[in-house]
């Protein structure tokens, strides 16, 4: 045997940590020259990826972090689906279309079956654009029809998620964003009124607002929005950020008007991978009628003889997200999705009232299912004095393996920092009780060792929007 042959057989044969390599570290930087061992090269990537911490302890996601066997396999068996290829995978984007039809019938839009008009996303970062755009065409579109200018056009939100600032940014559109005041962290009609004028392509409410999981009121909006026109002829259409509500008001509100029911919200943009309980890629963009979608942001294409409309931003993007929405929806139906999200916002309101009792927190919202998200958040109590920061609760917490986030709170509330709990699909009630456990070990170490410096959300590692 060559010398090269022998380095060869042992290098075939060395076990996983017995490889040279184990011992001088695998590429980092420049591109590898030379092939590896597969197991190895899995061995190594796994092991890195332990340091990411444990998905279900992460109380900060919205996102789904457990999901049945047969999403698993669906998941694997969907691999080499493109979404956009639907030509060639046109089963595939048969059970799109029937995800739409679906959501239209679960949104109350007035255009059900055939007509429904909608597209999956990536997420709802993706969605929000389209439903952006769409406003702004139809207004733009409006304006030139009457003769007028277009050059200064403005979207009305409360305290948004980063999506509608990239939209705004990214398109042009004057952000008229109410800041959150003296106790008040949600849009209202009164703030959305002030801010209106005709050049105001839409209001945009959010069904679930990031930072605290409450609902902003679309019907009052939507109201007042009418009286607005009454008085000054200006007609102002909603988009409705529905990115986790738009999959839990139907459910466990379905009093609460905040769909296609009213006439004024044209488009919804929901979350497949949040509380549709898909894995991590997969939204949604409705409109309200085929004309709330402007032609031009739609690109036909040709599909089994017949013509299928391509909205997306997106050209390739996987299916398999697209598949397992359908999947739930037909595992669960609205029996199971109520279940679901049923037992997440008892648990919620269980923490909530525990959480009240440790001592030194106020809460803020207590996961009503009325009132926004199955969330919970809270705030240190204003006056006394701990000794410690949510920050430094929070960076404690850590060393269980939990992830509850601490920040401050956007403009003008910059000051006050809160603390926010997601109970989604898998935070059961036991796990509940087992974070608490660790509340109070927190809490008795805080006490037992007072910090020289409290955190700052600066200092502080993790949650930032
Ligand atoms: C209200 C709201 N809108 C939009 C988004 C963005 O959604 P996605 O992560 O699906 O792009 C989020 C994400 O948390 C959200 O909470």
Request: proline share 5%; net charge negative.
């Amino acid at each position: 045997m060559s010398t090269d042959d022998k380095k060869m057989k042992a290098n075939i044969n060395d076990e996983i940590y017995g490889r040279a390599e184990s011992s001088s570290g695998l590429p980092k930087n420049n591109f590898p020259s030379s092939e590896d061992n597969p197991r190895a090269i899995y061995t190594a990537i796994h092991d890195e990826l332990m340091l990411d911490g444990n998905s279900r302890q992460n109380l900060a996601t919205f996102c789904q972090t457990w999901e049945e066997p047969e999403v698993h396999k669906l998941m694997d068996e969907c691999i080499d689906k493109n979404m956009v290829d639907k030509d060639e995978y046109p089963q595939t984007a048969e059970i799109e279309a029937r995800c739409i039809r679906m959501l239209a019938d679960l949104w109350n839009s007035p255009a059900t079956g055939e007509h429904a008009v909608g597209t999956s996303t990536t997420g709802s970062s993706e969605a929000a654009m389209l439903g952006g755009m769409a406003m702004k065409r139809r207004w733009e579109a409006k304006r030139k029809a009457e003769g007028k200018p277009i050059d200064k056009p403005n979207m009305i939100s409360g305290p948004v998620q980063v999506c509608w600032h990239k939209f705004t940014r990214y398109w042009d559109v004057e952000h008229r964003e109410i800041p959150m005041e003296n106790g008040r962290l949600l849009m209202t009609p009164e703030e959305v009124l002030k801010r209106c004028d005709e050049n105001t392509i839409g209001v945009v409410p959010t069904l679930g607002v990031t930072f605290t999981g409450q609902f902003e009121p679309v019907k009052a909006v939507s109201d007042a929005l009418d009286k607005f026109q009454e008085e000054t002829g200006i007609d102002i259409p909603i988009h409705v950020d529905g990115a986790s509500g738009g999959f839990l008001a139907p459910f466990c509100a379905p009093e609460l008007e905040w769909d296609f029911r009213l006439q004024r919200v044209k488009s919804i943009n929901s979350s497949g991978h949040k509380f549709g309980l898909s894995p991590l890629g997969v939204g949604w963009a409705l409109w309200r009628e085929p004309q709330d979608l402007p032609e031009d942001l739609v690109f036909w294409v040709n599909y089994l003889g017949g013509n299928m409309c391509d909205i997306a931003l997106n050209f390739s993007r996987p299916g398999g997200q697209v598949v397992c929405q359908y999947y739930n929806f037909l595992r669960l139906g609205r029996e199971g999705y109520t279940k679901i999200h049923g037992a997440c916002y008892e648990t919620a309101q269980f923490l909530a009232a525990e959480i009240e009792k440790l001592g030194p927190f106020e809460i803020i919202f207590n996961g009503q299912k009325n009132n926004g998200i199955p969330a919970l958040c809270w705030k240190m109590k204003d006056e006394v004095d701990d000794g410690f920061s949510l920050f430094d609760f929070a960076d404690r917490l850590r060393t269980r393996g939990w992830q509850v986030p601490a920040y401050s709170l956007p403009a003008n509330c910059q000051d006050q920092a809160i603390q926010r709990i997601l109970v989604r699909h898998g935070v059961s009630r036991d796990l509940a009780v087992l974070l608490l456990k660790d509340m109070e070990a927190a809490l008795a170490y805080l006490a037992k060792h007072p910090l020289q410096k409290l955190l700052t959300s600066e200092e502080a590692s993790g949650f930032h929007h």
